[in-house]
């Protein structure tokens, strides 16, 4: 079983640090877990944030958007999860590009942390960007600092750094004629695009870490299927991090809300039962 050992949360994203040796030993910069909350569960990939090995546990941070995040969400301290399975995916490509850009946005703010850290120990100068709607909602910015050469901020309603979001930010600075070699997003699919969007007239190399729906993690079901370059990619053994310049990312929203109506039921039943109950 995978102890739930500490447990956080900012608005609707919740950490969660789990005992998981096995894991925490293999594990590098952009793999992911699956993990399930209780055997009828969904399985959830999600990228995990940071790890150490010394105490075998793993860190995530899950946002709450369905019943099975919810389940997560309403765990605590001395629970133990169903399943951890992992690490999966491919390590993140690290090596001296240069100048790295790197932009998360929600959950993604966690989830960028050790891309961030793995470019700076490889001698890249680091500028993490970093969106939220209000800057109540950021976390993790310790972390970030301590690996980053600089971090920016974007809110929604201009309550910290910039008013907008991570794309604007990075269109400042292309436009002011700061040099970036490589860029790496992790957040919303909508932020992916839009990030993916503002590198495209620089040819800036842009990796995106795609979270479509998922199953077994891997290979074997075809869920987690798209398009990228106009061939059929999955995203659990061929990603999680693909050229942001060539995702059909018109086909990738249609696959990831065709059960949204769904899961807005489903999860808002669910949560007004928890807090009646």
Same mark, same amino acid.
Not at 21 to 41: C, R
Not at 69 to 91: F, K
């Given at each position: ?26 594990? &590098?910069?952009? #793999?992911? /877990? ?17 790890? %150490? ?10 946002? =709450? ?5 919810? =389940? ?9 999860? *169903? ?11 690290? &090596?001296?590009?240069? @100048? ?15 891309? !961030? ?21 950021? *976390? ?7 690996? %980053?050469?600089?971090?920016?901020? !974007? ?15 990075? +269109? ?5 004629? /700061? &040099?970036?070699? #490589? ?13 993916? =969007?503002?590198?495209?007239? *620089? ?50 929203? #249609?696959?990831?809300?065709?059960? +949204? ?5 489903? *999860? #808002?039943?669910? %949560?007004? &039962?928890?807090? @009646?109950?």
């Amino acid at each position: 079983m995978y102890e739930l050992v500490e447990k956080g949360e900012v608005f609707n994203v919740h950490e969660m640090v789990i005992k998981a040796p096995e894991i925490a030993h293999s594990i &590098k910069a952009g #793999q992911f /877990v699956i993990v399930m909350g209780s055997e009828y569960s969904e399985r959830i990939p999600i990228t995990v944030s940071d790890w %150490s090995a010394d105490t075998g546990t793993i860190t995530i941070y899950v946002l =709450e958007v369905g019943i099975s995040t919810l =389940e997560l969400a309403w765990m605590r301290v001395g629970d133990s999860l *169903y399943a951890v399975t992992g690490p999966l995916g491919n390590p993140s490509e690290i &090596k001296n590009f240069g @100048t790295v850009v790197l932009g998360g946005g929600c959950y993604g703010i966690g989830a960028i942390y050790p891309i !961030a850290k793995a470019c700076k120990e490889a001698g890249n100068k680091v500028i993490t960007v970093i969106e939220a709607r209000y800057s109540s909602m950021f *976390y993790h910015e310790k972390e970030l600092h301590a690996v %980053s050469d600089q971090v920016l901020y !974007a809110t929604s309603d201009g309550s910290r750094g910039k008013k907008g979001k991570v794309e604007d930010i990075i +269109t400042e600075m292309l436009e002011n004629g /700061v &040099k970036i070699d #490589q860029a790496f997003f992790i957040g919303c699919t909508q932020m992916l695009e839009r990030c993916s =969007e503002a590198t495209r007239p *620089y040819a800036i190399p842009t990796k995106v870490a795609l979270n479509s729906i998922m199953l077994d993690g891997t290979g074997m079901c075809g869920a987690c299927r798209m398009s990228v370059g106009g061939e059929t990619k999955f995203a659990c053994v061929d990603g999680p991090e693909f050229d942001g310049h060539k995702v059909d990312w018109k086909e990738l929203n #249609q696959r990831k809300s065709a059960y +949204t109506e769904q899961e807005t039921v489903v *999860y #808002q039943f669910y %949560s007004n &039962k928890q807090r @009646t109950s």
